[in-house]
């Protein structure tokens, strides 16, 4: 798996790799619908959304455009579902921002101790209850750290790990299971999924 190219390196097409013709018109048409809608909202040129603002809407079948300070995300479903499986599910997304905030609060520990932050990688693991109503049972992060962790820091990071606003209470129900890995050691969970 290769890292993302930087927003500063992005030329071209390449931008979005993968990108079939039917997926990139409705990336356009929804990224225009945005637009329209913002420059209704508060005139052209104008911020569409104050900070913290998101708005979902409908681009077709299951798919649905999501707009974060002019930022746009898809969703859809996979075709075993009835989507085109043109994106995430929503979720997919709703792990990937638990993932993204354990590596950003882990990426930020690492800095602040003089570790190295290039290569961390978060993978995340989820299941499905398998009880009503339809929900996320439990997910499992494992959190790998490519230059390795010293032992003496090894116990901090795990709190650092869930210093995340999506770990807080009142944002989560209960915490998810999350495993920390590094090479060379063995995993330290808090739970299975």
């Given at each position: 798996m290769t890292a993302p190219t930087p927003a500063s390196q992005r030329n071209g097409p390449e931008f979005l790799p993968g990108l079939t013709p039917p997926e990139a018109r409705r990336l356009a048409a929804a990224l225009l619908g945005q637009a329209?809608?913002?420059?209704?909202?508060t005139g052209p040129?104008?911020?569409?959304?104050?900070?913290?603002?998101i708005e979902?809407?409908?681009?077709?079948?299951?798919?649905y455009a999501i707009s974060a300070r002019g930022h746009l995300l898809l969703t859809d479903q996979p075709a075993s579902a009835?989507?085109?499986?043109?994106?995430?599910?929503?979720?997919?997304?709703?792990?990937?921002?638990?993932?993204?905030?354990v590596a950003f609060y882990v990426?930020?520990?690492?800095?602040?101790?003089?570790?190295?932050?290039?290569?961390?990688?978060?993978?995340?693991?989820?299941?499905?209850?398998a009880e009503r109503p339809a929900r996320v049972g439990?997910?499992?992060?494992?959190?790998?750290?490519?230059?390795?962790?010293?032992?003496?820091r090894r116990a901090a990071l795990h709190p650092a790990a869930r210093a995340g606003r999506i770990h807080r209470p009142?944002?989560?129900?209960?915490?998810?299971?999350?495993?920390?890995?590094?090479?060379?050691?063995?995993?330290?969970?808090?739970?299975?999924p």
């Open positions: 329209a809608a913002a420059e209704r909202e040129g104008q911020a569409s959304a104050p900070e913290g603002g979902i809407a409908h681009v077709g079948g299951d798919s009835g989507g085109e499986d043109a994106a995430p599910t929503p979720t997919e997304l709703l792990v990937a921002a638990l993932a993204s905030c990426g930020r520990y690492l800095v602040r101790h003089g570790l190295e932050r290039d290569g961390l990688r978060v993978t995340a693991k989820f299941v499905m209850a439990a997910i499992r992060l494992r959190i790998l750290v490519p230059g390795g962790i010293p032992a003496e009142g944002v989560t129900p209960s915490r998810p299971p999350c495993g920390l890995h590094w090479p060379g050691a063995p995993v330290l969970g808090c739970g299975e």
